[in-house]
Nanobody, 123 residues
Framework: QVTLVESGGGLVQVGGSLRLSCAAS????????MGWFRQAPGKAREFVGL????????YYHTSVMGRFTMSRDNANNTLYLQMNTLKPEDSAVYYC????????????????WGQGTQVTVSS
């Protein structure tokens, strides 16, 4: 059974930082492309970033480029999202997800999902 468990969300002021974690079990993150998505109330789930299983290349949505950084710890089977210079529009529930597809930004192509962690940025 595959489980992805996000943690690290919370309330932060504009300009602050948070580090999200996604602990995986039943799935080897080093052999899956891993993604972060977010969903604000009333909006569709939005791609944030992904890390390719082979080579570790990362890709980001333009709105977070230069502020967010994805990384992974294969030994601990954990994915991270470092978020800096947070803005109110970053407020959302953040989800990690895994796919066997080499490269995709489409949520529908991610087979496994966590339950999400809330990030709220106050102005």
């Amino acid at each position: 059974q595959v489980t992805l468990v996000e943690s690290g969300g919370g309330l932060v002021q504009v300009g602050g930082s948070l580090r999200l974690s996604c602990a995986a079990s039943g799935l080897d993150i080093s052999t899956h492309t891993m993604g972060w998505f977010r969903q604000a109330p009333g909006k569709a789930r939005e791609f944030v970033g992904l890390i390719i299983w082979s080579g570790g290349h990362t890709y980001y949505h333009t709105s977070v480029m230069g502020r967010f950084t994805m990384s992974r710890d294969n030994a601990n089977n954990t994915l991270y999202l470092q978020m800096n210079t947070l803005k109110p529009e970053d407020s959302a529930v953040y989800y990690c997800a895994a796919t066997t597809t080499y490269y995709t930004r489409e949520p529908s192509q991610f087979e496994f999902w966590g339950q999400g962690t809330q990030v709220t940025v106050s102005s």
